[in-house]
């Protein structure tokens, strides 16, 4: 299974918003800048992100975007389906028997795992690690 980077700016950007909301609206300009992408991709990302119930948009001049639930209540699995759709793809559980059978044992433990992680399990890892960049979560998915 490989992320694609939808899905790893997604996870990153959701975190970098975790980290700085403090209950406040965040703007799209300052996850991007944080992230080093296009404030166009962010806002794309987020759409999907806000459809799914992960992050709510407030509007107007103090406006911006929190989550839509707490951090500890974000699965990891959840929000990359969302953003990735299923994360075995149909053709690999098409085989026949042992083969079959094998996609789906792996697929079974992939979703176990990312069912066990939460965005507050991504947040104090980031907490941990040393920072290059005042305000800038640096960590690897």
Do not use: N
């Not at 700016?9 to 965040?26: I, K, N």
């Not at 069912?115 to 290059?132: A, G, H, K, M, Q």
Request: glycine share 10%; charged share 25%.
């Amino acid at each position: 299974m490989k992320i694609s980077t939808k899905g790893r700016y997604g996870l990153e950007a959701l975190a970098d918003l975790a980290f700085h909301s403090e209950g406040e609206p965040v703007s799209l300009r300052e996850v991007a800048r944080r992230c080093s992408l296009s404030q166009t991709y962010i806002l794309q990302i987020f759409l999907i992100l806000r459809r799914a119930g992960f992050v709510k948009s407030i509007r107007g001049v103090q406006g911006g975007y929190v989550l839509g639930a707490p951090p500890e209540g974000i699965l990891l699995l959840d929000v990359l389906e969302a953003l990735e759709g299923p994360l075995v793809p149909e053709d690999f559980l098409s085989g026949d028997g042992q083969e079959r059978g094998f996609w789906e044992g792996l697929a079974c433990h992939m979703k176990e795992a990312l069912s066990s992680l939460t965005l507050e399990d991504v947040l104090e890892c980031c907490r941990s690690l040393p920072v290059r960049e005042p305000g800038r979560m640096d960590f690897v998915i």
